[in-house]
């Protein structure tokens, strides 16, 4: 077995063990990203030599030697960051985002800085200014996205873990395409200090792995608190070390009465009732809850969340305008994608003074409800289970037909944005050669819980394997 | 159609945007669909109904009043091509 193929539990051991060095570690995953990058394309840019001078610095940190990948909306200081869009340029931030920061202290290698959809928006990562991403398991396909890079280099093998960051469904999606574990944590868990901004009241970062017990020790160092966010909350305490000595005994798993009547491909309405099985076996009570669901508000603060891009202190630029109308003009008009200005325009046509009652306010409204229908739900469950997705991920260049459709998609995870709740998207098994995943929704803070959870299904499951379709 | 062209390419050129025939075709599609989606809250009624913020935040929390200066102003300055001396440079705001 080579080293690359090793989760990351197994990784720590290993070197603390001495098995094998960090350098050969660092070897065995740029070879792995050598012969797969050009196929599958997860990166927007590659920093093995970083990692290969953050070798020779000392750091006794759990992550100590292990090499990583981050989205490329985490700001990394002196390294090129562009969030997929061409308006940040060649754009090097002068400080890091705080989720970097904790891992680069305990001792992580960053060996790049994973492909997106430009400003996290959409759900394929075809929409980046630098190219698509291409899912490991078959080529074809897409990786899912926003977060598509960070999930298809987990998956591939490039490194045993990654950061992403979830608007929508941006981890938990992608995850479920790619086959690898992704956790959107709650709102406020997780510093988003250094995060390149989408809808602010939604965005959390949270990490992708081959292993639930992965994830553990990824939120057990990012999940610490962060004087820089003011929406990062001091007085939770949280303890992620893994247990065995865990069960599901008597624990309620509601499944979503509204969503009984969509449609799902049938591998995930097949993976929905095995996993149902393993919960029953594990003693779980399953049972139903009612949530009518709404979506959307993302884009009333992307519009202004974008505003910020004014084209003088960093990122694309024009020198010879008029005046500082028409250099506006002209450099967002070139720098940013189309999708990202339909939702700029689209937010800004909400939060007009005329509609801005009609819809902005409305929205938000909805948006209490949505969060009071979930409290009531877990008055009554301890977990929902329920699709990341009701379709396998699609071939590329096939998605953007319809954009309804892509909104229904949304409605499996979005919901748990908006009233700010932890999201474990889990690997169930192979349909062919495609992986399918599920979500496992918990109540505000519930987040060591549902990962426990994710550990007892992992049991039934086996880990997802390696996928090798990107080798040249 | 709730919005024509028109009207999507001036809110465009409020956010400081020049879009392409294409663009504009398929933004006034986005938007209207959208539009319609978020009719659906007509149906609720949310007259009592508070708008969201999170439970936990009952007040913004705050830092000392005291000025910290950016360690790196240097790494900022040198991000930008319109500088002059510490400031960043734009171009004329007053017509003439």
New interface residues.
Partial sequence: MELYELNLWHLIMGLQEKKFSASELYESCKKRIDSCEENIHALITRTDDIAANQLNESNSGILSGIPTIIKDNLCTK?IKTTAASKILGD??P?YDATAWKFLRNSGALLMGKANMDEFAMGGTCEKSAYGPTHNPNDLSRVPGGSSGGSAAAVSAGYVPFSLGSDTGGSIRQPAAYCGVYGFKPT??MVSRYGLISYGS?LDQIGPFARTVRDLQIIMSIISEYD?MD??C???KKHDFTYNENISLKGKRVALVKEFQDFTLESPISEAMKRTQKILEDEGAIIKEVSLPV?A?LA?SEA?TNLERYDV????Y?V?D??????????V??EG?G?EV??R???G???T?PTRCEE?Y?????????I?QEFARAFGETDFILQPASPTLPGKIGDSGHD??KE?EADLYTLPVN?A?LPGLSFFTGYYGDLPVGLQLIGARWSDTELLNAGVIIERHTGSPKIANEGVK | MK?TSEE?NS?????????TE??LD??VL??N???D??D???E?D?KN????S?A??LQ??L?EDKIIP?A?TE??LN????VDGSY??????M?D
């Fill in positions: 002196g754009w090097r002068p709102y406020g009241s004087p003011s929406s909350f001091r007085e709404i959307a884009m519009h003088v202190r960093y990122g630029t020198n305008s008029a005046g500082i109308k028409e250099m506006f003009e002209r967002r008009s940013f189309s200005k339909a700029i325009i689209a800004t046509c909400l007009e819809y306010v409305a929205a938000t409204k909805v948006r209490t409800l969060a954009s309804l909104y908006l700010g | 919005l999507v809110i465009a050129l409020e956010s400081r945007l020049i879009l294409n663009e398929r933004t986005y938007i669909n959208f539009l989606m978020l659906r809250f007509k609720l949310l109904v508070e708008p969201f999170f936990e935040v913004c929390p830092r950016f790196d790494a900022i991000e930008s091509e319109h960043f440079k734009v171009p004329r705001i017509e």
